[in-house]
Nanobody, 123 residues
């Protein structure tokens, strides 16, 4: 499967962005999907994940209440709604697909990765 992330950009503190990750292939609905991010000089970190059905979602503790992950299997797309953005949210955001369908929190459990989209939050 191929993943194409989009929706990043420059936003002021307190603003919102919605990231999209479009997937190719008819098996998208069977994949768990996740969002990860990597800031300059830092390791990649888990942001959010969603199971194949959309019934189960998972978030990094520090992001709960500000970020929401959801998916539209008819459109082969997973989204990350980011509200109340802070400068520390600045990073490249990556989407990933997990063949097991669970929506893992460990990046090593993902099988496919998108190219990333830059999010910059100005203070």
């Amino acid at each position: 499967v191929q993943l194409q992330a989009s929706g990043g950009g420059l936003v002021q503190t307190g603003g919102s962005l919605r990231l999209s990750c479009a997937a190719s292939g008819r098996t998208f609905r069977t994949y768990g999907m996740g969002w990860f991010r990597q800031a300059p000089g830092k390791e990649r970190e888990f942001v959010a994940a969603i199971s194949w059905s959309g019934f189960s979602t998972y978030y990094a503790d520090s992001l709960k209440g500000r970020f929401t992950i959801f998916r539209d299997n008819a459109k082969n797309t997973v989204y990350l709604q980011m509200n109340s953005l802070k400068p520390e949210d600045t990073a490249v955001y990556y989407c990933a697909a997990d063949q097991l369908g669970v929506g893992a929190q460990n990046g090593n459990e993902y099988d496919y990765w998108g190219q990333g989209t830059q999010v910059t939050v100005s203070s």
